[in-house]
Every structure is written in C-alpha cells, then in structure tokens.
C-alpha cells in the first residue's frame, strides 16, 4: 500500500482536523491586524479556522484565535475579519 500523507490542521474554534484546503489561514502581524489568506509574504503566527461563518465568529469572539496567535487582533481587523467571513460564508449560515 502506498502511503498518501496529507497534513492537517486543525480549526482553533471548533477543533475539526483536516486538509490545509478545508481552512482559512489567518495571521496576526506585528502591528496586531489580523489577516486571512495564505500568502507567505504574510509573516507572523498562523491559525486555522474553517470556512464557515459560525468557526470565524467562535474563534474571534471566544478567543480561539486569541490564543492560537498569542494576542488579540485590533478591534477593527477583527470585525474586518467578521465582515469578510459573513461575505464569504453567507450561505452556510442560517441567522
Ligand atoms: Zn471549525
């Protein structure tokens, strides 16, 4: 049998492990703005949330991602990061 490794990470709000594609990779640079995507050029600590709204509001009001990327995003990037994710996610979710 062949082995077919795939790494996976795992959401900091809901704790699902699975393949890099399944996530959204967020970074919490020097002067504290929190930045999703997975350029490489985005320097810095990274976690792991899933592409759905509800893992974006658990990670950044539950403090998730807080405590992955040892700190707290300024408040605007984080409602920044909301925004996107509700843009994003919409239809996964049912308000
Ligand atoms: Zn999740």
């Given amino acids: 049998m062949r082995g077919n490794h795939v790494p996976l990470r795992t959401c900091v709000a809901c704790r699902t492990k699975g393949p890099q594609r399944d996530f959204v990779r967020i970074t919490r640079r020097e002067n504290s703005e929190l930045a ?7 320097g810095g600590r990274g976690a792991y949330l899933c592409r759905r709204l509800e893992c974006f509001e658990a990670g950044l009001e539950r403090g998730g991602l807080e405590h992955s990327l040892k700190g707290r995003g300024s408040e605007s990037s984080r409602a920044e990061l909301l925004a996107w994710a509700r843009t ?3 239809s996964a979710s049912s308000a």
Avoid: I, L, Y
Wanted: charged share 30%; net charge negative; aromatic share 10%.
């Fill in 36 to 42: 999703a995507g997975t350029s490489r050029e985005v």
């Fill in 88 to 90: 994003e996610f919409a």
